[in-house]
């Protein structure tokens, strides 16, 4: 398990340095992946625009592919999921879960149609809209669920046409390595590369000559960065990039009903997931039994290995995030923070940190201002729920959001004027296949998922015909 190999033009290629990546339960190195280099990197290009020009003829083909895709995930779910939890730090199950999610994503996105549209049909004039492939697309992939957003990107480019090249991570990129690896006989040579390396890697994705579109997830800052190298080249880029959702409470809700969707709606991969809730925001009638709830869940909760049994919450992944969770609670501690639960690291091995339910601070403190995308969640209380709406508006990012009562008419009014480009009434985080997922304002440009995903993989062509 220790010999890991990219994917390029369908051969499995090493590199002429490796790196080491870290498990976070035990914050050793455990495995080596390999450094991509320049050279290889247009070498891998070279082959993607190469495989694409017969890859974009046969639509069949292409769906087909991507059947055969979801089929090999599911075969080797098992060992990818072994090492998705050893890379990323998530128990086991939820790995698992994040693997046959893949293999799901493969399968609905090949029944997606390319439509064409007739935008005129007469007897002398045929007028149509057509999508057309990019040509190379590159992605780019954040540490949280590097399996499944590298599939949320791989499966509709190729479905369109493209030939991919992806970069994951340098703290998660085995589980990317090993999906290029079981993928090597199915998708043809050059279509689909999986390539590693560091932060700098990504720079050179973004600016290579071959790219014509670069499909980014990961935090703001980088996406910004990503937009800066494409610029000149005119590429195209959809962004899905970090969140700050709020989950406005009311208060006609039973505490003790909705606090396990609350909690796990904030926790969930140990708080390391774009669209997690980030600040809960509870009317004052309800608050205290509220966080009295929450408490209760998160002191009970098994934090741990992920490959140990009935682990529920594992490791924060690395090390960087590690001290910026810590550094955020210690802000919040400073500026007068009640630590219901947790407040700080737990055990002297690894990244693991408490479950830590917040009170006693509200907007203005980095905690509830900025991303923690970790386990500490504030729990602010509010009046008038107009006052709740403004104040989760008042930020630069809007991924989603949503609204908790029993009036499901109030909740879904309410969600409406939150900017965001998800909204959910009595349920956080779930995300569909066939819905499109992006963000407003810093939070994204463009959208993943669904017809609208696809068609972030395809450029529209024109065809007028007259009669001759
Ligand atoms: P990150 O921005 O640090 O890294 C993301 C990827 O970009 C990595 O592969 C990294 O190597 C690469 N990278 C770094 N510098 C680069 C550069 N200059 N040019 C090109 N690529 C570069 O993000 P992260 O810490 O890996 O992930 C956490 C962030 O991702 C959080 O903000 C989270 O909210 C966000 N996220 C968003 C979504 C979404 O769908 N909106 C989903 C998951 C995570």
């Given at each position: 398990?220790?010999?890991?190999s990219?994917?390029?033009?369908?051969?499995?290629?090493?590199?002429?340095?490796?790196f080491?990546?870290v498990?976070?339960?035990?914050g050793?190195?455990?495995?080596?992946?390999?450094?991509?280099?320049?050279?290889?990197?247009?070498?891998?290009?070279?082959?993607?625009?190469?495989?694409?020009?017969?890859?974009?003829?046969?639509?069949?083909?292409r769906?087909?592919?991507?059947?055969?895709?979801?089929?090999?995930?599911?075969?080797?779910a098992?060992?990818?999921?072994?090492?998705?939890?050893?890379?990323?730090?998530?128990?086991?199950?939820?790995?698992?879960?994040?693997?046959?999610?893949?293999?799901v994503?493969?399968q609905?996105?090949?029944?997606?149609?390319?439509?064409v549209?007739?935008?005129?049909?007469?007897?002398?004039?045929?007028?149509?809209?057509?999508?057309?492939?990019?040509?190379?697309?590159?992605?780019?992939?954040?540490?949280?669920?590097p399996l499944?957003?590298?599939?949320?990107k791989?499966?509709?480019?190729?479905?369109?046409?493209?030939?991919?090249?992806?970069?994951?991570?340098?703290?998660?990129?085995?589980?990317?390595?090993?999906?290029?690896?079981?993928?090597?006989?199915?998708?043809?040579?050059?279509?689909?590369?999986t390539?590693?390396?560091?932060?700098?890697?990504?720079?050179?994705?973004?600016?290579?000559?071959?790219?014509?579109?670069?499909s980014?997830?990961?935090?703001?800052?980088?996406?910004?960065?990503?937009?800066?190298?494409?610029?000149?080249?005119?590429?195209?880029?959809?962004?899905?990039?970090?969140?700050?959702?709020?989950?406005?409470?009311?208060?006609?809700?039973?505490?003790k009903?909705?606090?396990?969707?609350?909690?796990w709606?904030?926790?969930?991969?140990?708080?390391?997931?774009?669209?997690?809730?980030?600040?809960?925001?509870?009317?004052?009638?309800?608050?205290?039994?509220?966080?009295?709830?929450?408490?209760?869940?998160a002191?009970?909760?098994?934090?741990?290995?992920?490959?140990?049994q009935?682990?529920?919450?594992?490791p924060?992944?690395n090390?960087?995030?590690?001290?910026?969770?810590?550094?955020?609670?210690?802000d919040?501690r400073?500026?007068?923070?009640?630590?219901?639960?947790?407040?700080?690291?737990?055990?002297?091995?690894?990244?693991?940190?408490?479950?830590?339910?917040v009170?006693?601070?509200?907007d203005?403190?980095?905690?509830?201002?900025?991303?923690?995308?970790?386990?500490?969640?504030?729990?602010?209380?509010?009046?008038?729920?107009?006052?709740?709406?403004?104040?989760?508006?008042?930020?630069?990012?809007?991924?989603?959001?949503?609204?908790?009562?029993?009036?499901v008419?109030?909740?879904?009014?309410?969600?409406?004027?939150?900017?965001?480009?998800?909204?959910?009434?009595?349920?956080?985080?779930?995300?569909?296949?066939?819905?499109?997922?992006?963000?407003?304002?810093?939070?994204?440009i463009?959208?993943?998922?669904?017809?609208?995903g696809?068609?972030?993989?395809?450029?529209?062509?024109?065809?007028?015909?007259v009669?001759?």
């Amino acid at each position: 398990m220790s010999e890991f190999s990219m994917t390029i033009d369908g051969k499995a290629v090493t590199g002429e340095s490796t790196f080491g990546v870290v498990n976070p339960a035990t914050g050793e190195v455990f495995a080596q992946a390999p450094d991509c280099s320049r050279a290889q990197l247009d070498t891998v290009m070279d082959a993607a625009r190469q495989a694409q020009r017969s890859w974009r003829k046969d639509e069949a083909k292409r769906r087909q592919t991507l059947l055969d895709c979801a089929e090999a995930v599911k075969a080797h779910a098992g060992e990818l999921a072994q090492v998705l939890t050893r890379e990323q730090g998530k128990p086991l199950p939820k790995a698992m879960e994040e693997v046959i999610g893949a293999a799901v994503w493969f399968q609905v996105t090949a029944g997606l149609q390319i439509p064409v549209d007739v935008v005129s049909a007469g007897p002398d004039v045929r007028v149509e809209v057509r999508r057309k492939p990019y040509g190379v697309v590159g992605a780019i992939t954040p540490w949280n669920f590097p399996l499944l957003l590298a599939v949320w990107k791989i499966a509709p480019a190729l479905l369109a046409g493209n030939a991919i090249v992806v970069k994951p991570s340098p703290f998660t990129p085995l589980s990317t390595l090993e999906l290029g690896r079981i993928l090597r006989g199915i998708v043809p040579a050059g279509v689909l590369n999986t390539i590693s390396g560091g932060d700098q890697l990504g720079g050179w994705v973004s600016e290579h000559p071959a790219v014509r579109k670069i499909s980014f997830t990961g935090s703001v800052a980088t996406g910004k960065k990503v937009s800066i190298a494409a610029a000149p080249d005119l590429k195209r880029v959809t962004l899905e990039l970090g969140g700050n959702d709020a989950a406005i409470v009311l208060d006609d809700v039973d505490p003790k009903q909705v606090a396990p969707r609350l909690f796990w709606g904030a926790f969930e991969n140990c708080g390391q997931v774009c669209s997690a809730i980030k600040r809960l925001y509870v009317a004052e009638a309800i608050y205290e039994p509220l966080v009295e709830e929450m408490a209760k869940i998160a002191s009970g909760v098994k934090v741990g290995n992920g490959l140990d049994q009935g682990v529920q919450v594992g490791p924060i992944n690395n090390r960087p995030q590690f001290q910026r969770v810590r550094e955020l609670v210690e802000d919040a501690r400073k500026h007068g923070a009640k630590f219901v639960t947790g407040g700080a690291p737990l055990g002297d091995r690894g990244y693991f940190f408490q479950p830590t339910i917040v009170t006693g601070i509200a907007d203005g403190v980095r905690l509830v201002d900025e991303e923690q995308f970790g386990p500490a969640l504030p729990i602010v209380p509010y009046r008038r729920v107009e006052d709740a709406i403004e104040r989760a508006n008042a930020t630069h990012f809007g991924l989603s959001g949503s609204v908790w009562s029993r009036d499901v008419e109030r909740a879904t009014e309410i969600v409406s004027q939150l900017e965001c480009g998800t909204g959910w009434v009595n349920q956080h985080l779930a995300i569909r296949p066939d819905a499109p997922f992006g963000g407003c304002k810093w939070s994204g440009i463009g959208y993943e998922n669904g017809p609208w995903g696809l068609a972030a993989f395809t450029e529209l062509q024109t065809i007028n015909v007259v009669k001759g």
